[in-house]
């Protein structure tokens, strides 16, 4: 009966199934450390009304340009407040574009399914279904923004429109460099050649005006906001930081021999990071594999812009999996583009074919067990309510992974929703409650709303966690500055326990911090 609903009545029900997967309790959780860092800098731009030089503490922040920083405070100016709702759904905004953004460039390729498909598996690759679309992080965005670059270097440069391909590709890049700094201009400088070597005009398009006039794009948009910034902050220090702050990842920092062992370890680390989906590697690992590559152009320009700007991450020793969400598209294109050339009776696609079911079939036999789990009992708002809503779509998609086998890649994608679906439902309430950072929120709103009167002061430099100064900056409503001396009598000093021998007056209360110590309160 389910191989009867045609795939595009059957995108659409799983589109509408990814809606409560990635809402559903999006704002329970609290901030994590650098989400703390990206939604005080919006809201310090905010409360100071200066959006040219971002400041945490009221103190210069070099590390990053700021574009994503307004984007994060537009998203808080509609939803009327800052917090983990706003900041979160800016990154949801852009997994949609993404995602769209892999359909739409996939689809003249592989089809509507290969092109739907492709849209599910980068939803639901293990990484970003149950870790970064739950966080108000930049990494999304600009992953979405270098997968649009790669993708109009292939489709400009088929079209022969040069000036269009060094200009927009410029434009994009500056973008790029105003979310991130550097990171941009490094995928820039490879990808360039590669395309342009690709499309067979490397020796006449790379040295040629429009080129130049591509690079003169990227000084305008890029340098308007720096000539700007220029006026309150030395360049020379901010390039600085920025320069160090892509660095910090390489061999200079960390030494050979850790990299050594990161470049045996990274591929497993990805693998593992990326299923279930990286598991369709093993479709690559057939004679006719290099034939396929060289047949069709655009499958060819995926795989070298991946083994091209890969190696800069492989051979980084501090790479979060966060980092490589751009090259996550090119994986499933090759893949899916192998897969349709691969025979049925093929061993990877038998074991693939396999595997999903029985995978599905374990997770299915757990939610309906689930309820034998005590606390799940003490579930807010009940717990039968919230099993039925997980158990519906996960059944129905597992029954599709035995019995419509040729669409298992949708059939496992709606699987994987419905995880996320339990996962938000019968996890993160249990996992809000044992998180340090709840109290941290919640001993932030206390603090503030006990003293209405008291300025709030962090001790010298002592306070470094960021969930802890943007939920207190958050509830005081104005920017929380450093001071190492005393002020009115009654403001209160917020330290770490380190620094007891200086505190110069008396600890009344303390705010837990991310790491679960107790950050003491004095006054």
């Keep these: ?76 100016r509609m939803f009327g407040y800052f917090g983990e709702i706003p900041a979160r759904s800016a990154t949801l ?8 953004g892999v359909f739409r460039f996939t689809r003249k390729e592989l089809g509507f399914y290969g092109a739907a498909a492709g849209f599910l598996m980068l939803l639901t690759c293990g990484r970003i279904l149950f870790w970064d679309s739950m966080l108000g992080l930049i990494d999304i965005a600009f992953s979405a923004l270098i997968y649009l670059n790669f993708m109009l ?39 360039i050649p590669v395309a342009l070597y690709l499309h067979g005009e490397l020796k006449r398009r790379y040295f040629s005006l429009k080129h130049i006039l591509g690079g003169v794009v990227f000084l305008i948009l890029a340098g308007a906001y720096y000539v700007l910034y220029a006026r309150e902050v030395s ?14 990842r390489t061999a200079t920092h960390h030494g050979i021999g850790k990299t050594i062992g990161h470049l045996f370890t990274f591929p497993f680390d990805s693998v593992y990071h990326f299923l279930p989906w990286s598991l369709l590697v093993l479709v690559l690992f057939q004679p006719r594999f290099r034939q396929w590559i060289g047949e069709n152009d655009f499958v060819k320009f995926n795989f070298w812009m991946l083994a091209a700007n890969l190696p800069i991450y492989w051979s980084s020793v501090q790479v979060y999996p966060r980092y490589l969400l751009m090259f996550v598209p090119l994986f ?9 050339q691969t025979p049925e009776t093929h061993w990877s696609r038998r074991v693939l074919k396999t595997t999903f079911p029985i995978v599905g079939g374990i997770v299915l036999v757990a939610a309906l067990l689930s309820p034998l789990y005590p606390r799940l009992h003490t579930l807010p708002g009940g717990l039968w309510l919230s099993w039925l809503v997980v158990v519906f779509p996960l ?10 086998k040729p669409r298992v890649f949708f059939w496992l994608a709606g699987a994987l929703l419905s995880v996320r679906i339990a996962l938000n439902l019968l996890v993160l309430p249990f996992r809000n409650e044992d998180l340090f950072t709840s ?24 306070v470094k966690d960021n969930v802890v100064r943007f939920y207190i900056t958050n509830e005081a409503g104005y920017i ?18 380190t620094y007891e021998r200086t505190y110069p007056g008396t600890i009344f209360d303390s705010v837990r911090s991310e790491g679960g110590k107790f950050l003491p309160a004095f006054r």
């Excluded at 905004?93 to 769209?100: D, R, T, Y």
């Excluded at 320069?243 to 910090?248: A, E, K, R, T, V």
Aim: proline fraction near 5%.
């Design 395 to 404: 059944s129905i998609s597992v029954w599709g992974l035995w019995t419509d």
């Design 235 to 248: 360049l020379q220090t901010a390039f600085a930081v920025l320069l160090d702050q892509s660095l910090q």
């Design 439 to 462: 109290d941290t929120r919640a001993d932030a709103q206390r603090i503030v709303t006990e003293h209405p009167d008291a300025q709030v002061w962090f001790w010298r430099d002592s």
């Design 93 to 100: 905004f852009f997994l949609g574009l993404f995602a769209f």
């Design 332 to 340: 499933n294109t090759i893949c899916l583009y192998a897969w349709q």
């Design 153 to 191: 270097l292939y489709n400009l440069g088929k079209r022969e429109k040069w000036l269009s391909f060094f200009v927009v590709s410029y434009g994009l890049c500056a973008v790029g460099f105003l979310l991130k700094g550097l990171p941009a201009v490094v995928f820039q400088a490879i990808s």
């Design 1 to 76: 009966m389910l191989s009867k609903i045609k795939d595009r009545t059957l995108f659409i029900l799983l589109l509408l199934l990814a809606i409560p997967a990635f809402t559903l309790n999006l704002g329970l959780i609290p901030f994590i450390g650098d989400e703390g860092i990206r939604s005080l800098v919006a809201l310090e731009m905010h409360l100071s009304g200066d959006y040219l030089v971002p400041t945490m503490n009221g103190e210069t922040y070099l590390n990053k340009p700021p574009l994503y920083n307004w984007i994060i405070l537009g998203f808080s």
């Design 480 to 497: 929380v500055r450093r001071t190492d001396t005393l002020h009115r009598p009654g403001d209160i000093y917020l330290s770490q326990p």
